[in-house]
């Protein structure tokens, strides 16, 4: 059954207990079980609506995409400097964030997509939302003249990368970086501002 062809509520109830599975586990150790153990309902009812556990964490993606969209969305623009502050506090994790485990697996996730095609389109939707807001959110700053003309692409480019491998070795390591982190980010902004 194609994911876009399951009823809505079930597959928030499988999107769930992936991620909830998937912060436990991470994606190596992950099972249809494991996933199973989260799920409300029986195992065999995953199997109705996915045929692997592939498609289950697709699933997983495609609605963690819509919710960190809507999410980004909210952002007001009309201050673009505390836009862009907000949406890099969105997408700069922390290892006491209680979904840090779940941050973690989608970086683990991200390894495996160039091999894995199932994985591999969802991941570029979830990425793509994150790289669009930035995107809009320095493009508005750069037009209203609050951020120097950068290329917005570009920059948002830059961000989500940082953003990302924060995640290796912030949270995943917990390596003690958090005050350098922070510096770094608020001169990087501040550095885009004209004034």
């Known amino acids: 059954m194609a994911s876009s062809d399951i009823d809505a509520d079930a597959r928030a109830e499988v999107a769930v207990a992936v991620r909830k599975a998937l912060a436990t586990h991470g994606y190596e150790r992950l099972t249809t079980a494991k996933i199973a153990e989260e799920y409300p309902k029986s195992e065999a009812g995953l199997y109705y609506y996915f045929d692997s556990k592939d498609e289950m964490i697709a699933a997983f993606l495609e609605e963690s995409a819509t ?7 909210a952002v007001d623009t009309d201050d ?24 973690v697996g989608i970086m683990e996730l991200l390894s495996h997509a160039p ?16 790289l669009d807001a930035f995107t809009d959110i320095v493009a508005s ?3 209203q003249g609050v951020f ?8 948002a480019a830059f961000l ?32 885009l501002l004209t004034d």
């Open 115 to 130: 091999y894995n095609e199932t994985l591999r389109e969802p991941l570029i939707e979830l990425e793509s939302v994150c």
């Open 141 to 143: 700053g750069v037009e």
């Open 80 to 103: 673009p400097e505390a836009a862009l502050r907000c949406a890099c506090d969105c997408l700069f994790r922390s290892p006491d964030d209680p979904n840090a485990g779940v941050y």
């Open 160 to 191: 989500l990368a940082a953003a990302d491998g924060t995640t290796g070795f912030y949270v995943a390591l917990e390596m003690d970086v958090h005050e350098d982190l922070q510096a770094g980010l608020s001169a990087y902004i501040d550095s």
């Open 148 to 155: 120097r003309p950068v290329d917005p692409r570009a920059t």
């Open 67 to 73: 919710h960190l969209s809507e999410d980004l969305l």
